[in-house]
């Protein structure tokens, strides 16, 4: 079995774990190479989840079919980059043009609305703020 997509924090810290044939301290990954907990444990839960590891606590090791799946599978974890090369194309990193006399519109998906909510709601008329 073989997990998809691999972010780079993904691959850090596979690495990581890897490298280390006892537990490792996830602590460890966050300060060596910088990754919120979210991202460190995102990839480890997903490890657990096909035992390719184990979690006790912080700590966090490969099982040995983690490490028999790392060494079959590491040109698609460590190599694949989705593109050609390292170096992205002139035609990769063309946009088409923007009419500037379109409106902007934000992506309404990413706007936290219960912020506009509370902003509303402390500007009532008699507010202290006023």
Do not use: C
């Not at 690495?15 to 480890?44: C, K, M």
């Not at 706007?111 to 008699?126: E, M, Q, T, W």
Request: net charge negative; charged share 25%.
């Amino acid at each position: 079995m073989h997990l998809a997509n691999y972010s780079s924090s993904d691959r850090e810290v596979i690495r990581f774990l890897f490298a280390n044939l006892d537990w490792s301290d996830l602590y460890d990954v966050h300060i060596e190479f910088g990754l919120t907990p979210g991202q460190v444990i995102d990839i480890v839960e997903r490890l657990v989840a096909v035992n390719f590891a184990e979690l006790d606590g912080i700590r966090a090791r490969l099982t040995s079919a983690g490490r028999a799946w790392v060494l079959a599978a590491r040109d698609s974890i460590f190599r694949a980059s989705g593109r050609e090369s390292w170096r992205p194309r002139a035609h990769d990193m063309l946009e088409e043009p923007k009419d500037p006399l379109s409106p902007y519109l934000p992506d309404l998906s990413l706007v936290d609305r219960h912020f506009f909510i509370k902003l509303a709601l402390n500007s009532l008329p008699g507010d202290a703020t006023n």
